[in-house]
């Protein structure tokens, strides 16, 4: 009788562990999914975006919101409620030249369009960028890619700049960002408490 008990109560608890261990297995690849394809914490290195975004401020990005993108082929699949990523949204992207980083910048200009920068102005095919979200920044004609001559950005292409661009290294000096390598859309900073918000 007490051996009979005793297997028991030893099922029951092989039982428990073997439940414990899956639903932790679950919820390391639940979040793994959410993690790679809808939204990815990423902390702030760099004063590339200051104002916007300071050192150290933790955001979320929205990898959902331009398309599923298959990770290792750089290929996107669109579904009902994606979108094209649009001027003047902050994103995040693999950098072109150190594929291992994640950069984080203000999209500027499309493949196709003409960029230029003068006088701390951005000019998208002759016309200035004022608009309230361009007109709060002074840019800086520095770099191959940002003098006063203008610019053609090739096809599947962007051209992003940061908004502190006295201080950050950009489409000015590297180039361009393939569609390709387009992580998702920075929308909220969630921590330090003081600085939560949306970012636009």
């Not at 002759?126 to 096809?155: K, M, S």
Request: a positive charge; proline letters at 6%; glycine letters at 8%.
């Amino acid at each position: 009788m007490d051996k009979d008990l005793k297997t028991k109560k030893n099922k029951n608890k092989r039982s428990v562990i073997r439940e414990w261990v899956e639903s932790i297995i679950v919820a390391f690849i639940l979040a793994m999914i959410i993690r790679t394809f809808v939204v990815q914490a990423f902390k702030i290195p760099s004063a590339s975006m200051e104002p916007t975004l300071l050192v150290g401020d933790h955001i979320l990005v929205n990898k959902f919101i331009y398309g599923l993108r298959i990770p290792f082929l750089g290929k996107r699949i669109l579904f009902l409620g994606t979108k094209k990523p649009t001027r003047g949204e902050v994103i995040v992207f693999i950098y072109p030249q150190e594929p291992k980083k994640n950069f984080i910048k203000r999209l500027v200009a499309f493949g196709g369009e003409r960029v230029k920068i003068k006088n701390g102005m951005i000019y998208i095919n002759g016309q200035p960028l004022n608009d309230d979200i361009f007109g709060r920044f002074y840019y800086y004609n520095r770099g191959t890619y940002g003098v006063e001559e203008e610019i053609v950005v090739p096809p599947n292409c962007y051209y992003v700049l940061g908004d502190n661009s006295f201080s950050s290294q950009d489409s000015r000096y590297w180039g361009f960002v393939p569609d390709k390598n387009i992580l998702g859309k920075a929308f909220l900073i969630y921590f330090p408490l003081s600085r939560i918000r949306l970012i636009r």
